[in-house]
């Protein structure tokens, strides 16, 4: 059995390595769940407390106390970039997306997968939100959400690489109009 057990083990270990997951590395953390808890004013001071850059990643994004906090950021000098699912376009309705765009905040949308599903918030490139909690009034007062915030330099480089990765993949948002089916069917 014991060699079964080494054998299967270095082969997860051989998988991994090929994968390339990162080490572990060191990070203060803290986690919150909904419902029971107030996240999004968690997420809000960790937005406040920016100095210098926030990059953001989400695939719902219409929590109204979210968005204001980014864009009293962006309006104290803090460099502020979103990149966001398709879903936020909407010739119909208001987004979070436009938002956004009206007050100055550049905003991308990644729209090559099928779902762009992360939902991140990286500020100062050290302290990363993350988790199911999507940035919605539902996730804070109807769904069932967590959000973890790590404090992490070397995990928010990772996170800010992938946010990079994406952001390259994706289109500029200029309105919902902006956005047809052509350009989703041809990348740029």
């Given at each position: 059995?014991?060699p079964?057990?080494?054998?299967?083990?270095?082969?997860?270990?051989?998988?991994?390595?090929?994968?390339?997951?990162?080490?572990?590395?060191?990070?203060?953390?803290?986690?919150?769940?909904?419902?029971?808890?107030?996240?999004?004013?968690?997420?809000?001071?960790?937005?406040?407390?920016?100095?210098?850059?926030?990059r953001?990643?989400?695939?719902?994004?219409?929590?109204?106390?979210?968005?204001?906090?980014?864009?009293?950021?962006?309006?104290?000098?803090?460099?502020?970039?979103?990149?966001?699912?398709?879903?936020?376009?909407?010739?119909h309705?208001?987004?979070?997306?436009?938002?956004?765009?009206?007050?100055?905040?550049?905003?991308?949308?990644?729209?090559?997968?099928?779902?762009?599903?992360?939902?991140?918030?990286?500020?100062?490139?050290?302290?990363?939100?993350?988790?199911?909690?999507?940035?919605?009034?539902?996730?804070?007062?109807?769904?069932?959400e967590?959000?973890?915030?790590?404090?992490?330099p070397?995990?928010?480089?990772?996170?800010?690489?992938?946010?990079?990765?994406?952001?390259?993949?994706?289109?500029?948002?200029?309105?919902?109009?902006?956005?047809?089916?052509s350009?989703?069917?041809?990348?740029?």
């Amino acid at each position: 059995m014991r060699p079964l057990l080494a054998a299967l083990f270095a082969g997860l270990w051989s998988l991994a390595a090929r994968a390339q997951i990162a080490p572990p590395v060191p990070a203060q953390a803290s986690v919150c769940f909904t419902p029971g808890s107030r996240c999004a004013d968690r997420i809000v001071q960790a937005i406040d407390a920016a100095q210098h850059e926030i990059r953001v990643q989400a695939y719902g994004f219409t929590a109204a106390p979210i968005l204001q906090a980014l864009a009293l950021a962006a309006g104290r000098g803090v460099d502020v970039q979103v990149l966001l699912d398709k879903s936020n376009v909407s010739g119909h309705r208001y987004s979070g997306a436009d938002y956004m765009r009206q007050v100055g905040i550049p905003v991308w949308i990644d729209y090559l997968p099928s779902i762009a599903h992360a939902k991140l918030i990286i500020v100062d490139q050290h302290f990363v939100v993350g988790g199911s909690y999507n940035y919605t009034r539902s996730a804070e007062t109807r769904n069932s959400e967590d959000v973890t915030f790590l404090d992490s330099p070397e995990l928010a480089t990772q996170f800010l690489a992938n946010w990079s990765r994406r952001k390259a993949a994706s289109i500029p948002y200029e309105g919902a109009v902006s956005f047809s089916p052509s350009l989703e069917a041809s990348p740029p």
